[in-house]
């Protein structure tokens, strides 16, 4: 019976090591966002309020006026506002 508690607690003690070890090893601080590429110029997505780099953007021409959108469904949704 004590064997077999040790054998717990040894298993216990090895699981928390590793999943300690674990952290260290594969937690880093988060990489910056895509977004976040330097010196690249950002627009504002009219519709949601985004902003995002120009590369990364959808453009459009809504009302005579470019417009850069995060997504084709913002364009749309800013298109049928009008
Ligand atoms: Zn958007």
């Known amino acids: 019976m004590t064997r077999l508690?040790?054998?717990?607690l040894f298993f216990y003690?090895?699981?928390?090591l590793l999943a300690l070890v674990g952290?260290?090893?594969?937690?880093?601080?988060?990489?910056?966002?895509a977004h976040t590429r330097e010196g690249e110029e950002m627009v504002r997505d009219p519709q949601c309020g985004t902003f995002l780099p120009r590369s990364d953007a959808v453009?459009?021409?809504?009302?005579?006026?470019?417009?850069y959108f995060c997504s084709s469904a913002c364009r749309d949704a800013y298109r049928g506002k009008g």
């Open 23 to 33: 952290r260290v090893l594969f937690t880093r601080p988060a990489p910056p966002p």
């Open 5 to 8: 508690l040790l054998f717990a």
């Open 59 to 67: 453009a459009a021409m809504v009302a005579g006026e470019d417009h």
């Open 13 to 16: 003690l090895g699981y928390r």
